[in-house]
């Protein structure tokens, strides 16, 4: 498989948002890696035993389960471990594991932002493929510049599974992704929006970057935590006008 090129991403403090709860909170980081560009069809093909038609553009229609299964394998490819574990479609994370893995959301935005504040980490149509550039379908991976931490792609081109539940009071097991695609206004192709879909969900303009980076917790890490999912998902009062019931 062609190599995932990541990139060391430092520590620090990230600001982040959830709209319908009115809540910000700040989240400190440790070092991480990151891929620099998203994985691309090529290394999704020969993972597969496939044969990629456009070898350099993103990796898409890619469900969040199937992103998952393509961590664990790049993983075992390289012999190192494993970050999830399955039963049956559910996903359990071991921070502990040094193998591929999807980044958390504030792993993703702080990497995004590169000490960027604004929505932008640069001017949109030098960093970004969006829906001002007229094209129909992702494109080849680098074509815009990089941000300060060299890469590419994070906003535009393609969106890009992250591992956290959405809003789990609402949306259930629906997962999140974030960057904006090549079909978005600027308004999607922002740091901060969130956007998600269910595990098996696949569009054409979704994929992944993988991350890396082993931490000594347990069920908790880099903003994300077990706890913290229970604690969303938990509604005691009546549902708001229009939220339909999970099943």
């Known amino acids: 498989m062609p190599d995932l090129e990541l990139a060391r991403i430092p520590g620090g403090a990230v600001r982040l948002h959830d709209a319908r709860r009115k809540r910000r909170w700040t989240v400190e980081l440790e070092p991480f890696e990151l891929g620099v560009y998203p994985v691309t069809q090529e290394q999704l093909a020969e993972m597969l035993g496939e044969t990629a038609s456009h070898p350099r553009r993103p990796a898409t229609d890619l469900s969040w389960l199937r992103a998952i299964r393509f961590c664990n394998a790049a993983s075992e490819w390289e012999g190192l471990d494993p970050a999830y574990t399955f039963d049956g479609e559910e996903v359990a994370w071991d921070v502990g594991a040094d193998g591929y893995r999807l980044p958390t959301e504030a792993e993703w935005e702080s990497a995004c932002r ?22 129909g379908s992702p494109q080849d991976v680098g074509g815009k510049l990089p941000n300060l931490h060299g890469l590419f792609d994070t906003l535009g081109n393609v969106w890009e599974w992250c591992w956290d539940l959405l809003d789990p009071a609402r949306y259930g097991d629906y997962r999140v992704f974030r960057g904006g695609g090549f079909a978005d206004d600027a308004w999607s192709a922002r740091a901060s929006t969130r956007r998600g879909g269910a595990p098996r969900m696949h569009h054409d303009d979704v994929g992944l970057r993988v991350a890396r980076g082993a931490f000594s917790t347990v069920d908790e890490a880099q903003g994300w935590s077990a706890a913290a999912d229970r604690e969303r998902a938990a509604i005691d009062d009546p549902l708001p006008p229009g939220w339909t019931p999970r099943r």
């Open 114 to 135: 590169a000490g960027s504040t604004g929505p932008h980490y640069g001017p949109l149509a030098e960093v970004a493929w969006t829906s001002a550039d007229g094209v």
